[in-house]
């Protein structure tokens, strides 16, 4: 519904969360979609949570209180049990769970200075996309650990 909600969700698939990020469609659509695929629904939208099929219980959905996109993610994190295995396991653009790979298997498809330095790597099955724990994951890990603070 906003770019905000859209942060929160690139958050949740850092996290390993297999997340869906829903623009456009109407209430019906998504409590379908919610109980379909037994999602938890994060919403910001106090009428669906006045639904009877989340007030019994029947599809599980969280509203998001908070605008800004670290507070929300506090919130979920005070909800949810942040599994640390699960971490950086998911492409942050397919939402597809990632396939470890070898050195020699992505020589050809990383730049030369990430070959020198890393050596667990992980690709996407959908997009191709290579992902290490360099510099950049481990800022995003920072941030998201001290986002959370003492919750995890
Ligand atoms: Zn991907």
Same mark, same amino acid.
């Given at each position: 519904?906003?770019?905000?909600?859209?942060?929160?969700?690139?958050?949740?698939?850092?996290?390993?969360? /297999?997340?869906?990020?829903?623009? /456009?469609?109407?209430?019906?659509?998504?409590?379908?979609?919610?109980?379909?695929?037994?999602?938890?629904?994060?919403?910001?939208?106090?009428?669906?949570?006045?639904?009877?099929?989340?007030?019994?219980?029947?599809?599980?959905?969280?509203?998001?209180?908070? /605008?800004?996109?670290?507070?929300?993610?506090?919130?979920?994190?005070?909800?949810?049990?942040?599994?640390?295995?699960?971490?950086?396991?998911?492409?942050?653009?397919?939402?597809?769970?990632?396939?470890?790979?070898?050195?020699?298997?992505?020589?050809?498809?990383?730049?030369?200075?990430?070959?020198?330095?890393?050596?667990?790597?992980?690709?996407?099955?959908?997009?191709?996309?290579?992902?290490?724990?360099?510099?950049?994951?481990?800022?995003?890990?920072?941030?998201?650990?001290?986002?959370?603070?003492?919750?995890?």
């Amino acid at each position: 519904m906003d770019t905000n909600a859209g942060k929160l969700a690139r958050w949740l698939k850092m996290l390993g969360y /297999d997340t869906l990020f829903i623009n /456009d469609v109407d209430d019906n659509e998504l409590i379908a979609i919610g109980l379909n695929d037994k999602r938890v629904l994060l919403t910001k939208d106090t009428q669906i949570m006045l639904q009877r099929v989340v007030t019994s219980g029947r599809l599980k959905a969280v509203l998001i209180e908070d /605008d800004n996109p670290k507070d929300q993610l506090r919130q979920v994190a005070r909800m949810i049990k942040i599994d640390q295995e699960r971490k950086f396991t998911r492409c942050l653009e397919c939402n597809k769970l990632l396939v470890p790979k070898s050195k020699d298997e992505v020589q050809e498809l990383v730049p030369a200075y990430v070959f020198k330095t890393q050596s667990q790597y992980f690709q996407c099955p959908v997009c191709q996309r290579i992902y290490w724990r360099g510099t950049h994951w481990q800022r995003m890990n920072k941030e998201m650990e001290a986002l959370m603070g003492a919750e995890v």
